[in-house]
């Protein structure tokens, strides 16, 4: 029977209703402006205050080094000019290859503006190596900024080794952890990191509102001018439901995390392992150990990753690929060429991202789903017409 399965939760999240009855009366009777003295304002002032104490909470952090943002990309934007930006040391950045283009479009930005980069690599499976960070330090480097998780193939930096390397050398260190709050433990003095980047529609909250958690002692650039909201660093009359959302969210996704991650991880092995077991020439990208509880990434041969999209979507399947179609010309994903895939192998990937609010009924229906559209898509690709099929003994 066919059924609606959400499995995209990477690219953004349902709202939780416990998350909207939270924000409902930011949005109606509670419009104060958080800067006005009379009462109706001073709630509002009152919300964001016990929202930023909360997502410091959250975080292991102090609710002065908390700044709320529009999102994951602006945080990532503000992170990475600030600390170009306001540098003593010069104008050099490290980042990886596989960030997301919030950061790589920053550095890239920098780079313009005359900054010099080093994307160190990854391996095959998607992992920074510690000792190629510390041999690309130099002395005008000015920050690290190397994502915790990745979006597309899940893969989980060692974050904590990477830091303490930056810190040994003095270098400002920021991670882009969109990915990863509200969806394993994070901790920014377990991580060591000096800046960080979340965003509330990753774990459940609304779109358009994120925070950037700043060391203390560490300097920021000014973003928006103005007012004196956001320690007077950000502009502009707050989002107070948007706030409030996002500190919601945060605390229940951080709920019994151990065991939600438990859960979904048991679902992204039954997945991974019926996909592998029932697809010829599938493979899964990323490493299977450090990875994201809910991330699925498979290449499937002698297929295109959009057309496979699109025939998920038929059967009611909301999932993703490595492939973005920009402007008629096909662009495979570099997180996945990152790992060493080719552009054929990229182009026919699949990213099913679950969480808990998936169901085990969810992960029967896409296998029961899945290999017949493969099969159907193969049956009309002059790809797998011709490939070499050998010693391919399963049935398609
Ligand atoms: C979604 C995402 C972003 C961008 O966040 P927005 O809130 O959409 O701006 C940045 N980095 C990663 C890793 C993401 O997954």
Redesign the pocket.
């Known amino acids: 029977m066919k059924r609606f399965v959400y499995a995209d939760n990477?690219?953004?999240t349902k709202l939780d209703g416990a998350v909207l009855e939270a924000m409902l009366p930011y949005l109606t009777e509670q419009y104060g402006n958080p800067s006005s003295i009379y009462a109706l304002g001073q709630n509002a002032a009152r919300a964001i205050r016990a929202a930023r104490e909360r997502v410091a909470f959250e975080l292991g952090a102090k609710p002065e080094e908390i700044y709320f943002t529009?999102?994951?990309?602006?945080?990532?934007t503000w992170a990475i000019r600030s600390a170009a930006a306001l540098s003593k040391r010069g104008k050099h950045i490290i980042t990886s290859v596989i960030?997301?283009?919030?950061?790589l479009h920053a550095v890239e930005a920098l780079e313009r503006e005359g900054f010099e980069a080093t994307y160190l690599g990854v391996d095959r499976d998607g992992l920074v190596s510690p000792d190629e960070l510390s041999a690309a330090i130099r002395p005008d480097t000015a920050l690290i900024t190397i994502?915790?998780?990745?979006?597309e193939i899940g893969v989980i930096q060692p974050i904590a080794e990477l830091s303490a390397i930056a810190r040994e050398h003095g270098v400002p260190f920021h991670t882009?952890?969109?990915?990863?709050v509200g969806h394993i433990p994070v901790n920014v003095d377990a991580l060591g990191v000096d800046m960080l980047?979340l965003?509330?529609?990753?774990f459940h909250g609304p779109?358009?509102?994120?925070a950037l958690y700043v060391r203390r002692g560490m300097r920021l650039q000014n973003l928006i001018y103005g007012g004196g909201q956001e320690r007077g660093k950000r502009a502009g009359t707050e989002n107070t439901a948007g706030i409030v959302g996002l500190a919601k969210a945060l605390a229940l996704a951080n709920e019994d995390l151990e065991e939600k991650m438990r859960v979904t991880t048991a679902m992204r092995d039954r997945l991974i392992d019926g996909i592998l077991g029932s697809i010829p020439y599938s493979r899964l990208n990323g490493s299977r150990e450090r990875r994201l509880p809910g991330n699925v990434n498979v290449s499937i041969e002698f297929i295109e990753g959009e057309s496979l999209i699109l025939r998920l979507d038929e059967q009611g399947i909301a999932a993703s690929s490595g492939s973005a179609c920009t402007s008629g010309s096909l662009d495979p994903s570099h997180v996945l060429l990152g790992i060493g895939l080719s552009h054929e192998v990229a182009h026919g990937s699949l990213r099913l991202s679950l969480d808990h609010f998936n169901t085990d009924e969810d992960v029967d229906y896409i296998l029961e789903t899945l290999p017949g559209v493969v099969a159907e898509l193969r049956e009309m690709s002059p790809l797998w017409e011709h490939a070499d099929k050998e010693g391919v003994d399963n049935a398609v």
């Open positions: 990477a690219a953004t529009g999102g994951g990309s602006e945080s990532d960030e997301h283009h919030a950061v994502m915790t998780a990745n979006n882009d952890a969109v990915q990863a980047s965003a509330a529609h990753k779109k358009g509102v994120g």
